[in-house]
Structures are given as structure tokens and as C-alpha cells.
T-cell receptor
Framework: EAGVAQSPRYKIIEKRQSVAFWCNPI?????LYWYQQILGQGPKLLIQ????????DSQLPKDRFSAERLKGVDSTLKIQPAKLEDSAVYLC??????????FGPGTRLTVL | GEDVEQSLFLSVREGDSSVINCTYT??????LYWYKQEPGAGLQLLTY?????DMKQDQRLTVLLNKKDKHLSLRIADTQTGDSAIYFC????????????FGTGTRLQVTL
């Protein structure tokens, strides 16, 4: 069974630029999550989708972050414009059941 | 809100047992998890325990849950150098938030 795929693996941008991350969940997993992991901290949930609907986006900075999951499969997370404090690893996860989330390798973003 | 705490660092010798501890505040937690993160990689689910259990054993891993004290521990028997990683405790309350809340992670260093 293929795992959660993410791209790119690394991205370096300057502040005020835009960036987008892509996630392909495990086939058949209805729930998809985006987490932000700042260095030295645990992951923090940004947004949760159930199929193509948003379940929880309470911690998503909506003035600069947006996410979509068209057709209930792949998802993209966008930051526009980026700030220095957005430097982090962005992790995508998917699940079939609420009690078991599978994580992708993450995208490491550096904002200069 | 939910809060999950862990000690930052643990060093053990190869062959010894490791015990990683975690405390949480949400008394309504449904599931509690242990994830492993190796450098540059995503999170790997090691094991989880349902809140009505006291103990779960899976090969070298033993999870102990003390609901009264809101304390969770992960014991790794016969620790190997390949066990060196960051270990995250996490909890979820599937009845309400359905959001996975992570601790800050414990870095396990295994020495020869």
C-alpha cells in the first residue's frame, strides 16, 4: 500500500513570496489533515478535511493560508504572502478511521 | 484546552530499557498515541491505547496508562541504536474536537 505522498520535499523562498504544497493521501482515506511543525515543537493541526469539506480550520491563519481538497482526494496548501515565522515542516496525514492517522514525509519550508 | 507535556531528552545505553513519559490534561481523551520521528522523516505511528485500557504490549513496546494521574508512558525493551529518534505523545477526543494534540516530543539518544 502506497503511503501519503507530499511534494516538494524542500522549499526555500523569500518573505512576501507565495508557496504551495501538494499532498496525495492513501487511497480510500476520506479524512486529510495538514499540520505545521515548527522546529523543536510537536505538529499543530492547521486544517482537517472530510472528503472535500472542511471539518476544522480553527488554527489556520486565514489571512495568508488557504487549503483546498478538490474531488476529495489530493489537497494543496498555499501560503500567500509568506512570513519568516512560517518556516516549518508542513505535514500531511490521512486516515480511514479517526483513531489512526498516517503521515507523509513532510515539506520543509524555509522563509528568508 | 488540551495540553500534552513531555520531557525533552532521554539518553540510554544500547540494550537497556527506555521509558518515555507524557502527561495530558484532557480527561475526555479517547485514544492516546506514540509516534516516532526520525531525522528528515514524517511521523510513524508506533502504537496507541484506548482510554479504557491500562496497558498494551506490542513486541518490544509497552504502553502504560494511568487515567487518574493523566500519565502515559512508553517503555522500549532492549533499546537499539535504530530507536534513536524523537518520540511524540498525542491524544485525541473523538467525541468532540476529533483533533490530534501532540506533545513537544522527547529526543531519545541511544549510546553504545
Amino acid at each position: 500500500e502506497a503511503g501519503v505522498a507530499q511534494s516538494p520535499r524542500y522549499k526555500i523562498i523569500e518573505k512576501r513570496q507565495s508557496v504551495a504544497f501538494w499532498c496525495n493521501p492513501i487511497s480510500g482515506h476520506a479524512t486529510l489533515y495538514w499540520y505545521q511543525q515548527i522546529l523543536g515543537q510537536g505538529p499543530k493541526l492547521l486544517i482537517q478535511f472530510q472528503n472535500n469539506g472542511v471539518v476544522d480550520d480553527s488554527q489556520l491563519p486565514k489571512d495568508r493560508f488557504s487549503a483546498e481538497r478538490l474531488k476529495g482526494v489530493d489537497s494543496t496548501l498555499k501560503i500567500q504572502p509568506a512570513k519568516l515565522e512560517d518556516s516549518a515542516v508542513y505535514l500531511c496525514a490521512s486516515s480511514l478511521a479517526l483513531n489512526e492517522q498516517f503521515f507523509g514525509p513532510g515539506t520543509r519550508l524555509t522563509v528568508l | 484546552g488540551e495540553d500534552v507535556e513531555q520531557s525533552l531528552f532521554l539518553s540510554v545505553r544500547e540494550g537497556d530499557s527506555s521509558v518515555i513519559n507524557c502527561t495530558y490534561t484532557d480527561s475526555s481523551s479517547t485514544y492516546l498515541y506514540w509516534y516516532k520521528q526520525e531525522p528528515g522523516a514524517g511521523l510513524q505511528l508506533l502504537t496507541y491505547i484506548f482510554s479504557n485500557m491500562d496497558m498494551k504490549q506490542d513486541q518490544r513496546l509497552t504502553v502504560l496508562l494511568n487515567k487518574k494521574d493523566k500519565h502515559l508512558s512508553l517503555r522500549i525493551a532492549d533499546t537499539q541504536t535504530g530507536d534513536s529518534a524523537i518520540y511524540f505523545c498525542a491524544e485525541i477526543n473523538t467525541g468532540t474536537a476529533s483533533k490530534l494534540t501532540f506533545g513537544t516530543g522527547t529526543r531519545l539518544q541511544v549510546t553504545l
